[in-house]
């Protein structure tokens, strides 16, 4: 049985670590699909569990020198143990920059232009600069030795082995001046490095401390949706009202919502009525009604009344720990675009040192015979600026942000690949019902003989309660508009197919459709009868005392957005279509009504599916919007599937993409995001390609100091992280 694993992983820095613990976990026997990403820290293993186990990943991971754990369900305290790690980045950095500023200083007697300057004495001294140079190098810098050892002993090359090799190439050079110039004072005193060495560990814990916090903000979607969450709630039990921690909390329990409260689990109302702020759901700040009946979801809060509610599902099972467990994931996944970063990067560190080979054979042998201070100099300039932090952090960052700004609009993203694949598709297929239209009959037309409105909806509205059907729920509830308390109804009598008489007040009450009560209908009322059903809607003919007395008309209303939103569509050029199992004259009516031209009707959940077969045979890249239920064929089949969804229906398991607001809207705002998003990673891939590029020819030509270097690269990792973090404030 597969099984899946959701880790945290330590110590990964670069996008060399991230393909290493890949390569090593998806060689596990059992391991069917691992995502690890380095800006969520966090891995994500798809395994069998009859021939391995989580403990065993986690084991594999650890044997190559990285932590792991299974990830911390607790935000709070995930989120204390970063902030933590950034306060001991901070005080290494504070520490590294004090111990280099003399170090720095001694930099302005390298240049003429800044021979004005003073230098105390001490700060030449090689010993100073030894003594100054050596805990930053093996004390602050030992994380740096700890992962590039873990990385060399399991054959293969990170960032931390450029560091290494960078840095220890300045520090023991360095130091054999040193001693060389201390043994023999008449031997040519040389250059030191000693400041290379300390400037760079200094610019590179720069860089991850400024990471290291633009990737905490990179979270504030995800955060804010666990801040929605309610740890405890009021439970009622035998007359008594407690405070109850909401994981105790099981189906059929009794909890009562004060004003201004979050509804802390969902549950049905049993008793009393409130208005709830469903924006969290939604997206719509305007309170909801809710009454005896009505569904309420965590998170979202009550602004008036005192209810009670049956809760209905575990707190683990909700609305809103769905929407987080989505959003989590989607964040921790990989677009199809990451994959290139990936390859480029599982060689790119070996291909670096070749060319630091290169560039001293070049300068010691050939460009500057014998100047090995020279050539030094430029081999720790380029295995430094050819660190690849910024490609492993270009796409995974953009993914966070993008579809953390798409949680907060109500689009959940299921993986970060659909955030690449949505933006390629060019045929949008949509059904009618519940996504077109807003999925229950409501009553649109009456017409009366004789009687008036509210004696009319009294007669018909007690017959109708006794039927369930969806049309008589329609009838009912338009009756109960105007009268709060139905009559009785008597001598009931259901018509399969055809509709249901009764006895109500005395009277014979016949609701049926048309054809059953066609010799009662008048000329003028089949003329009525006959334009109503050209609109696509259905028709209901009310006989009363065997008298012909009236027509209700009843159709699936269009949702008021959905005309715009189709508009919306084809300004972006998506081929627009509508599938229905309607039939032809009303899928036609709904069509018009939105500006929709290609129409399929009559079609069984089957058939959408062969359609979309179809469609793709043509090359058409096609995405489905469906209510994520009958529509579930055609949403798997399709390239990208979206299921519409409602507070009382979030269809969550149906489609790739879940619109949480039954808004067609909505669904072009996430072509519009998965647009940007693809924009912003594309960006940050081109800037990440071209910044080694450029920056490593230019190192091996000896234009680039190595301090400089070192504050380059933590410059180009900031950059990618700052890029993508422009997604949270992008207009939609």
Not at 288 to 305: C, D, F, M, P, R
Not at 646 to 653: F, K, R
Request: contains cysteine; proline residues 4%; charged residues 20%.
């Amino acid at each position: 049985m597969n099984e899946t694993a959701h880790l945290e992983i330590k110590g990964m820095h670069c996008a060399a670590c991230v393909v290493r613990v890949e390569k090593v976990v998806s060689k596990v026997d059992g391991v069917l699909v691992v995502n690890v990403n380095l800006a969520t820290e966090k891995g994500r293993v798809l395994f069998d569990n009859k021939r391995t186990s989580t403990p065993a990943i986690i084991n594999k991971i650890e044997k190559i020198g990285f932590e792991a754990k299974v990830v911390n369900r607790n935000r709070t305290q995930s989120e204390h143990e970063k902030r933590k790690e950034i306060n001991r980045l901070q005080w290494k950095f504070i520490i590294s920059a004090l111990l280099s500023i003399p170090l720095l200083w001694t930099m302005f007697s390298h240049f003429n232009w800044t021979s004005f300057i003073y230098v105390p004495e001490i700060f030449m001294n090689p010993l100073f600069q030894l003594a100054l140079t050596t805990p930053i190098q093996f004390i602050i810098g030992y994380q740096f030795y700890e992962r590039a050892w873990g990385a060399i002993k399991n054959r293969s090359a990170n960032m931390d082995v450029l560091v290494v090799l960078s840095t220890s190439a300045a520090y023991f050079y360095s130091h054999y001046l040193t001693f060389t110039y201390l043994n023999n004072p008449n031997h040519i005193k040389a250059d030191l490095f000693f400041e290379t060495s300390a400037l760079i560990i200094t610019f590179i814990l720069l860089g991850k401390l400024m990471e290291a916090k633009t990737k905490l903000r990179t979270t504030e979607a995800i955060k804010k949706l666990y801040q929605l969450q309610t740890k405890t709630a009021t439970v009622f039990l035998k007359g008594i009202e407690s405070k109850t921690p909401i994981e105790h909390i099981i189906p059929g329990d009794i909890v009562v919502v004060k004003p201004g409260e979050k509804v802390p689990i969902d549950g049905q109302v049993i008793e009393g009525q409130s208005s709830i702020n469903e924006s969290m759901l939604t997206g719509e700040s305007i309170p909801v009604e809710k009454s005896v009946g009505n569904l309420v979801y965590a998170g979202t809060i009550n602004q008036h009344g005192v209810f009670k509610m049956r809760v209905t599902t575990k707190d683990s099972e909700t609305t809103l720990s769905q929407i987080i467990r989505i959003v989590e994931e989607a964040q921790g996944s990989k677009a199809p675009i990451q994959h290139i970063a990936d390859k480029v990067t599982g060689i790119f560190v070996p291909i670096v040192i070749m060319i630091a080979i290169t560039t001293l054979i070049a300068w010691y042998f050939i460009l500057q015979p014998g100047q090995l201070n020279e050539a030094m100099e430029k081999v720790i300039a380029v295995l430094i600026i050819a660190c690849p932090c910024a490609l492993g952090l270009a796409t995974p960052t953009s993914v966070m942000v993008g579809s953390g700004r798409a949680a907060q609009m109500g689009i959940l993203f299921k993986e970060g690949k659909y955030l690449e694949l949505l933006s390629k598709n060019n045929t949008i297929l949509l059904d009618k019902t519940g996504t077109i239209t807003k999925g229950e009959p409501a009553v649109t037309d009456i017409y009366m003989e004789h009687y008036g409105l509210n004696a009319f909806l009294e007669l018909i509205g007690a017959v109708e309660n006794a039927s369930d059907h969806p049309i008589a729920r329609a009838i009912v509830k338009e009756a109960q508009k105007k009268i709060m308390n139905l009559p009785n109804v008597s001598q009931v009598l259901l018509l399969p197919g055809v509709g249901i008489e009764g006895i109500v007040n005395g009277k014979k009450v016949i609701v049926s459709n048309p054809k059953y009560q066609q010799q009662l209908i008048p000329k003028k009322a089949e003329e009525h009868i006959r334009k109503l059903h050209g609109e696509g809607k259905t028709v209901i003919v009310v006989s009363i005392q065997s008298r012909f007395e009236g027509i209700i008309a009843v159709a699936d209303e269009i949702k008021t957005t959905s005309k715009f939103a189709v508009t919306r569509m084809k300004q972006l050029g998506l081929d627009v279509i509508m599938l229905t199992g309607d039939n032809q004259n009303t899928a036609e009516v709904i069509a018009k009504k939105t500006g929709i031209h290609n129409v399929y009707a009559e079609v069984t959940p089957k058939k959408k599916a062969d359609i979309i077969k179809g469609l793709q045979k043509r090359k058409k890249k096609v995405v489905m919007v469906g209510d994520g239920i009958n529509d579930a064929p055609a949403l798997s089949i399709a390239d990208v599937g979206i299921a519409m969804g409602t507070g009382s229906d979030i269809a969550i398991e149906s489609g790739d993409i879940t619109i949480v607001k039954g808004d067609l809207n909505r669904v072009i705002d996430a072509f519009t995001i998965s647009k940007k998003t693809m924009n912003n990673i594309k960006q940050n891939l081109l800037w990440a390609f071209l910044y080694n590029t450029i920056m490593i020819p230019i190192a091996m030509l000896g234009y680039l100091a190595p301090w400089l270097a070192g504050a380059a690269m933590a410059f180009s990792s900031v950059s990618v992280v700052l890029n993508s973090l422009r997604l949270k404030r992008v207009k939609i």
